[in-house]
Every structure is written in structure tokens, then in C-alpha cells.
């Protein structure tokens, strides 16, 4: 299937490639959810599993956050967990609560005991949905497939759920190396076939999310984990935007810059031109309003917004988005207000 060849060359896949844009592209991370009220209308009768495994309505909810908010591109309504399903754990989502795997992993034992993984087949829905959308979207709008990232996927599953702290993950990969690589080797063999068959169902661009990297000091993530993600990245087709998001992870941006991403997205914690003399300008950059700027009023969101254009000078390659998702009790009018603001002063 080569559907992306058809597509335009969007304002956000212009921004990617470093190229001029009529206005800045702005997208939000986790732009479906909570915090809209179609959203929580859709989730009244549906449970989120059962939402994330039905492709018409994925691509009902994908679309309607991506039209109400007029951003620049979709991203398909999905969960990075799903793809654990495919080495036969098991994930559920408590309601209040959270992920949770009922058989998490931890020791190489366990890793034996992973069924032969067939991501073509268990994860259809992902590119049924993809298909559905892509067919709905205006064609100068992108749709964004993503992953999580390996390391991200390995701290859920060893600890079986959200953690504050994630030292079960840190004792056991630091601890016995084998049983990291074991674990990372396989996760990241399945998040390749994963990310190529969204392309080939029309994700336009990848991105691939490690919110918890982070938590690693450089050296154990230049060991452990810096040889998967660039396995990852050398598996994917390089006319492919690959957006790279490691969150809390600015003290390794020096190794990051390695992955040859051609977006790196960024969270609050570093101001963004600093973050990009570090990352080099030979790439783009995506963030990094912090997500609770949302939560404040219109004002402030002005004065933050016009902080980050002024940091990035109207310089391009840039993609406005947030340094982590949209938190679940902020105002859509705000979300609405940011996105407007970002096209009007930008044009
Ligand atoms: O960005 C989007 O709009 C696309 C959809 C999307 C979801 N999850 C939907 C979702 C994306 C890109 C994700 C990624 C994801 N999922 C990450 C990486 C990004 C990040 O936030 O760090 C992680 C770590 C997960 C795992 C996950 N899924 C957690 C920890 C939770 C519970 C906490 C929370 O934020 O709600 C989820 C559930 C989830 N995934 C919801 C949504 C809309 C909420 C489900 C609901 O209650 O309706």
C-alpha cells in the first residue's frame, strides 16, 4: 500500500522536513481525551479497551478532536500498552486508576513464557482505524501513528501498572542485564513491525513516545537503551517523519541526538532555544508549553506563547505542541484559545 505517496505535502510535514510554512503547525498531545466533552459523551457507553479495539470509533474520535481544534494533524486514538497484547499480556484499564498487566515481567522466565508475537493480526484494529481515518481527513491535514518507546513499554510491564518511581524496573534491568536485553530486543523487534504497518496504513509520521527514559542517568541509557531506539529509527522508511518524545530527559539530550530523529519533542523543563542548540538545528523540534499553562487563563497563556516565539525568532522547523499531554481538567476553551493564538500570530 503506498497511500502516503498521494498525500500533500501538509504544513506540518513541512515544518518536520525544516522547510518555510504559511503559519506554525500546532498539534497537542493527547488532544482527544477527558477534557472534551464528546470525548467523555463517547467513553458514557463505551469502556476505553473497547473504544481502542473499535476502528469506526477511533477514527469518530480521532477526527472530531482533531476538527473541533483545528489543528494541523490527527493522531490516531490508540494506547501505547495495546501492543503488549500481541506477547499474550494481559492490560485492563481500572476506571479510576489506570493501566494495569495482569501478568507483569520480571525475570527471563517470564520472558519465555511471551507467545509468538503476530502484531499484523492482533493489532488490525490500530490499522483498520488508520485506514478509516486517513480516508476522512482533509489532505492537508497529517495523521500521526505512534509507539511507545521500548524502555517506556519495559517500565509498565516489569512493574505492572503506573509508578511513581519506577526503581522496580531500574533494580531489575540495572540489575541483570541479560533480562534488559532480553526484554528491550523484543519489544523493540515488535514496536518495528508495529510503526512500519501504520505507515503502510496511512500514518503520514511516527512518533514514538518514552515518557518515563527520564528516570535513566546518561550512561545506562547510552547502554541500554540508545541501541534499540536506533535500531527503531534505522528500520523506518527516512521519507517518514520519526518524532522522538522523551520526556524529563534533557540531561540526555547529547546522547538523544543520536537517533537521527528528524523531530526531537521536547517537554517544559528546558527552555526550547537551548534545548535546540543541544539537539542541533539540523533538525526539527516539537513542544514545549507546559500542559499546565492550560490549566491558567488566557492571558497567561498569551505571555507563554509569545515567550516560545520569541526563543525560536519565526525560525522554521518548528511544531508548537505541549511538553506532555493535555492534563484531564483543562478547559477546552483554553485548549481552543492556545491553537488559534499559535496560527494568528504565526501567519
Ligand atoms: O494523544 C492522543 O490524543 C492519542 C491517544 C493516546 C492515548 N494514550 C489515549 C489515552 C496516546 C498517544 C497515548 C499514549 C500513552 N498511553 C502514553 C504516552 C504518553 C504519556 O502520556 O506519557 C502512556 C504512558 C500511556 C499509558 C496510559 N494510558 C496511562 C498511564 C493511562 C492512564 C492515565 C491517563 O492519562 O488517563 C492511559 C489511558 C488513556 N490513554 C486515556 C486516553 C484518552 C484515558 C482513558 C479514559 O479514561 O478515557
Known amino acids: 500500500m503506498t497511500l502516503n505517496k498521494t498525500m500533500p505535502n501538509t504544513q506540518f510535514l513541512k515544518a518536520c522536513n525544516l522547510q518555510t510554512t ?79 498487566i495482569i501478568n507483569p515481567v520480571r525475570s527471563v522466565k517470564d520472558i519465555d513464557l511471551f ?126 517523519p520519526f518524532i522522538y518524545f522523551g520526556n524529563g530527559a534533557s540531561h540526555l539530550y547529547t546522547q538523544i541526538k543520536n537517533i537521527n530523529a528528524t523531530v526531537y519533542s521536547i517537554d517544559w523543563r528546558m527552555d526550547l532555544d537551548t534545548a535546540w542548540d543541544i539537539l542541533g538545528h539540523d533538525t526539527a523540534i516539537q513542544g514545549n508549553l507546559d500542559p499546565s499553562i492550560l490549566l491558567t487563563d488566557f492571558k497567561t497563556i498569551k505571555s507563554e506563547v509569545e515567550l516560545i516565539f520569541k526563543l525560536i525568532n519565526f525560525r522554521p522547523g518548528f511544531i508548537f505542541n505541549l511538553g506532555h499531554g493535555i492534563l484531564p481538567k483543562t478547559p477546552f476553551d483554553n485548549v481552543k484559545y492556545l491553537v488559534d493564538l499559535v496560527h494568528s500570530i504565526s501567519k
Open 22 to 100: 504559511d503559519h506554525t503547525p500546532i498539534w497537542l498531545m493527547r488532544q482527544a481525551g477527558r477534557y472534551m466533552k464528546e470525548y467523555q459523551a463517547v467513553r458514557k457507553h463505551v469502556k476505553f479497551l473497547d473504544l481502542c479495539k473499535n476502528p469506526e470509533l477511533c477514527a469518530e474520535v480521532t477526527l472530531t478532536a482533531r476538527e473541533k481544534l483545528s489543528v494541523d494533524a490527527a493522531i490516531i486514538f490508540s494506547d501505547i500498552l495495546l501492543i503488549a497484547n500481541t506477547l499474550g499480556l494481559e492490560v485492563v484499564f481500572k476506571e479510576p486508576g489506570g493501566p494495569s
Open 115 to 240: 507467545k509468538a508475537p503476530d502484531v499484523l493480526n492482533d493489532l488490525s484494529y490500530v490499522f483498520e482505524a488508520l485506514k478509516i481515518t486517513r480516508k476522512s481527513l482533509p489532505t492537508d491535514i497529517s495523521l500521526i501513528g505512534f509507539a511507545g518507546a521500548p524502555f517506556t513499554l519495559a517500565c509498565y510491564i516489569i512493574e505492572g501498572g503506573s509508578s511513581t518511581n519506577y526503581n522496580l524496573t531500574k533494580q531489575l534491568m540495572l540489575g541483570d542485564k541479560e533480562f534488559a536485553h532480553k526484554l528491550l530486543t523484543i519489544l523493540t523487534d515488535i514496536t518495528i513491525t508495529y510503526l512500519n504497518e501504520q505507515v503502510k496504513n496511512g500514518a503520514d509520521t511516527i512518533q514514538l513516545f518514552d515518557s518515563w527514559v527520564g528516570i535513566l542517568s546518561s550512561h545506562n541509557f547510552k547502554e541500554l537503551v540508545l541501541p534499540y531506539l536506533i535500531k527503531i529509527r534505522n528500520s523506518m522508511d527516512k521519507s517518514i
